[in-house]
């Protein structure tokens, strides 16, 4: 079993910034990429950000220069750095991995429980 944990969702003002965390525990032999997507009621969940084993990053077009997505490898960590936060960007965030329990074992999805973002104007 593989268990992702989020924290540090909360209610800001415009301008202000947040740290997302997310961490995965239980049976890991390996995690591929890590990444956020974030979900407004009525709407599809979407990508925000993505991080490779190799740190390779990518973004969001509107989030690009603002969120910033790092991991510690030894925590099987991933973070969240959002600056400059807009009202827009107020929605649900899902942390995920893409994780094998075995050598021989492909990856397997699996998805935080979510946090939420409150951003206000």
């Known amino acids: 079993q593989v268990q992702l944990a989020e924290y540090g969702g909360g209610l800001v003002q415009a301008g202000e910034s947040l740290r997302l965390s997310c961490g995965a525990s239980g049976s890991i032999f390996t995690i591929n990429h890590m990444g956020w997507y974030r979900q407004v009621p009525g709407k599809q969940r979407e990508s925000v950000a993505a991080?490779?084993?190799?740190?390779?990053?990518n973004y969001e077009d509107s989030v690009k220069g603002r969120f910033t997505i790092s991991r510690d490898s030894a925590k099987n960590t991933t973070y969240l750095q959002m600056n400059s936060l807009k009202p827009e960007d107020t929605a649900v965030y899902y942390c995920?991995?893409?994780?094998?329990?075995?050598?021989?074992?492909?990856?397997?999805?699996?998805w935080g429980q979510g946090t939420r973002v409150t951003v206000s104007s």
């Open positions: 991080i490779t084993s190799g740190g390779s990053t």
């Open positions: 995920y991995a893409a994780i094998s329990s075995l050598a021989t074992q492909p990856p397997s999805f699996y």
